[in-house]
């Protein structure tokens, strides 16, 4: 990618934009994170250009869940490193397909939240944080294994946040 004036871009072609996003996140392992975004709005391309993820409401779903469960618990889990939403689409792709390989799929009509064939472990995604529901120990780690062999991540066993939003 290089910059020019957009009075030199080529007919037929849009001037997009680089945004540079800034955050202090005390609470992981990045604490001071940096990434850059594109205009996607302004990207001509046919391809798909975004990837199903849950909104505050679904997530509620799988909080009740939890809590209305037996014996379950949550943690929640982080991929470190992420730095351009763009390689996020390649990479969900890329964690779907790992995922079902170790029995994890979406669930349909339900953007970003997955299950497991037969194990008692569900989680949302939201692009990099994971929220988990699951009833054992065991099938936790499961899931956690199977993540890390692609991504570096970190995990709070006592899910005190996710997505930003502080839980107790």
């Not at 205009?39 to 849950?54: F, L």
């Not at 037969?118 to 065991?138: E, H, M, W």
């Not at 956690?144 to 970190?154: C, G």
Request: hydrophobic letters at 40%; aromatic letters at 8%; one cysteine or more.
């Amino acid at each position: 990618m290089h910059f020019m004036d957009h009075r030199n871009l080529p007919a037929g072609c849009k001037a997009a934009y680089l945004r540079i996003v800034a955050a202090i996140k005390l609470h992981k392992v990045k604490t001071h994170p940096i990434r850059f975004t594109d205009g996607g709005n302004r990207i001509d391309y046919k391809g798909k250009v975004s990837t199903p993820t849950a909104n505050l409401q679904t997530i509620k779903i799988l909080l009740n869940s939890t809590v209305a469960t037996p014996d379950a618990k949550m943690l929640t889990a982080t991929i470190e490193s992420f730095t351009s939403a763009r390689l996020w689409i390649a990479t969900n792709i890329c964690a779907s397909r790992h995922l079902a390989l170790s029995n994890y799929t979406p669930v349909k009509h339900t953007p970003g939240r997955f299950r497991h064939a037969t194990r008692p472990v569900a989680f949302f995604l939201v692009v990099d944080n994971f929220a988990i529901k699951y009833v054992d120990g065991v099938n936790a780690k499961h899931l956690l294994a199977t993540l890390r062999s692609l991504y570096n991540i970190t995990m709070d066993w006592t899910a005190s946040m996710y997505c930003g939003i502080t839980l107790k």
